[in-house]
């Protein structure tokens, strides 16, 4: 049966003046099935409303003056890459613990909140839908929401809701789901502008927790590391129409890496560490114009063996360099872009990798959480010029339950979000803590419980200085379910 995903070759070559000679355009694909646009619904609005999952504790201290203040439109934050230009925050926590400005039930998923221009976006799976909700990041009330229906279950059990935060450029905000149904809404009123199902549309494979990589912009481009049929292994389509401009043919499955654009030898580059489910397991760094889709280079980094994927995301190290992580078997490498586009290997960390959160580069080095597992998870400093360990930490501490238990804790496979000269570092089970790195170790400045609940694994949001964290699962002490609280982190 001939697949409606119909594909050709170009038939020319275009020449581009370099020292290396010429580029060939990439393979053209063709759109099989562009969505359709619908013109944004006007809205009724008479302001936020309260909704029955929400519960609104107390208002956050006035921001201080000279506060430097952020929005958080995209999974790692403004410039991709887990730093937010965010000052006057708490240096310690209150005692007690860190206040709760609001808190809503949520759904189930692994996403961030995402805040721009005063609203709150917020992807998650509500019963059978996946559903996006529009809040004010203030009170927490709602605007709007809106769904739809999904039918999809993890085959190992973990969440069946979305990996993929929102992302939210130019009055649009978009979304793709567990199975990778990618939408794009209006922010006012969030109307469906269009939608389509790439699993259906361009025939992508299973993956083994579903789609799970976050979108980037770029250009008027929504960018997707998608891993279709006829080896589409990264598509761009227009973010206003939501078709096809582009693609990138290499035979690398999506990974749960998100795409990033980096400006290497002089213009930006789309680097996309791509890896999914494939057999034989196959994955690594691909380096592409973001404006064609041509690819430059490949660099293969994936585990060898079939359950394994790339999950952490590409850091930049200057100088043209790029460091990429698994935490299967092979660990870290850097990597350099060479003057002919071509990537070439500078060292490699076996012990160092991560395996879903991304690493921070602090003044050249590199600070991670590396850890397949919870048991093999390490706090870990590298050098970023010679690959050298700087220091290996285990952070293990004991903290008295209610009824006097002493429970074992670590941050585990932890995630980091930079800020205000510090690091607010989440752990898997609802730790904060505040942490400064150097080439001789980490100092732990302050660390409060936020809840005892497994699965806390998306990054930590930070806007106007209060702090939204991401509740995945039911608090195995107090028994409350899984939500989004939003605390006061605002200083003096």
């Not at 063709?30 to 302001?47: A, H, L, Q, T, Y």
């Not at 761009?236 to 096809?244: I, M, R, V």
């Not at 035979?251 to 996309?272: C, F, H, M, N, T």
Request: a negative charge; aromatic letters at 12%.
């Amino acid at each position: 049966m001939k697949s409606r995903f119909a594909i050709f070759s170009a038939s020319f070559a275009i020449a581009i003046s370099s020292a290396t000679g010429q580029e060939v355009a990439p393979k053209i694909f063709v759109d099989p099935n562009p969505p359709k646009f619908s013109e944004p619904k006007p809205g009724v609005f008479d302001g936020a409303k309260d909704f029955a999952e929400l519960t609104y504790h107390a208002a956050p201290k006035p921001l201080a003056k000279g506060a430097v203040t952020a929005e958080f439109p995209r999974f790692l934050g403004p410039s991709d890459d887990g730093k937010s230009p965010e000052t006057h925050l708490l240096a310690k926590f209150p005692e007690g613990g860190l206040k709760p400005v609001w808190e809503m039930r949520k759904g189930t998923g692994y996403t961030s909140a995402i805040i721009v221009n005063d609203r709150l976006f917020l992807f998650d799976r509500i019963g059978d839908e996946e559903t996006l909700q529009c809040l004010d990041p203030l009170t927490g009330k709602e605007f709007w929401r809106t769904g739809y229906p999904i039918e999809y279950r993890d085959r190992y059990g973990f969440s069946n809701g979305p990996r993929a935060s929102a992302v939210v450029d130019g009055g649009k905000v978009y979304t793709i789901g567990v199975t990778a149904i990618l939408s794009c809404h209006d922010v006012s009123s969030g109307s469906v502008l269009w939608r389509r199902d790439l699993t259906a549309d361009f025939e992508l494979p299973t993956y083994f927790f579903g789609y799970g990589s976050c979108p980037i912009i770029y250009d008027g481009k929504i960018i997707l590391n998608l891993g279709g049929k006829g080896n589409l292994a990264v598509a761009a389509f227009d973010q206003h129409t939501g078709k096809l401009v582009w693609g990138t043919q290499h035979e690398w499955r999506a990974s749960y890496a998100s795409p990033l654009i980096k400006k290497l030898r002089g213009d930006d580059r789309l680097l996309v560490f791509a890896g999914g489910e494939s057999d034989p397991p196959t994955g690594g760094l691909l380096c592409i114009d973001p404006k064609t889709g041509t690819l430059f280079d490949s660099f293969p980094w994936r585990a060898p063996k079939f359950e394994s994927v790339n999950g952490s995301n590409p850091v930049a190290l200057g100088e043209n360099r790029v460091y990429i992580s698994e935490a299967y078997v092979i660990g870290g490498v850097c990597l350099e872009l060479t003057e002919n586009l071509k990537w070439k290997e500078v060292w490699k960390a076996p012990f160092a990798g991560s395996h879903w959160t991304t690493p921070q580069v602090l003044d050249g080095n590199i600070y991670a959480f590396r850890g397949r597992n919870e048991p093999d998870a390490w706090l870990v400093g590298y050098n970023g010029k010679t690959g050298d360990e700087l220091w290996r930490k285990e952070t293990l501490w004991q903290e008295k339950l209610p009824g006097g238990r002493d429970y074992n804790l670590s941050y585990f496979r932890g995630c980091m979000l930079h800020a205000d000269g510090r690091n607010y570092a989440l752990g898997e089970l609802g730790t904060l803590g505040i942490l400064k790195f150097s080439e001789e170790g980490y100092e732990e400045i302050d660390r409060t419980q936020l809840f005892f609940a497994q699965s806390t694994w998306s990054l930590p949001v930070i806007s106007k200085g209060l702090l939204y964290i991401s509740q995945h699962q039911t608090d195995f002490v107090s028994k409350t379910p899984a939500r989004l609280i939003c605390y006061d982190l605002r200083g003096e």
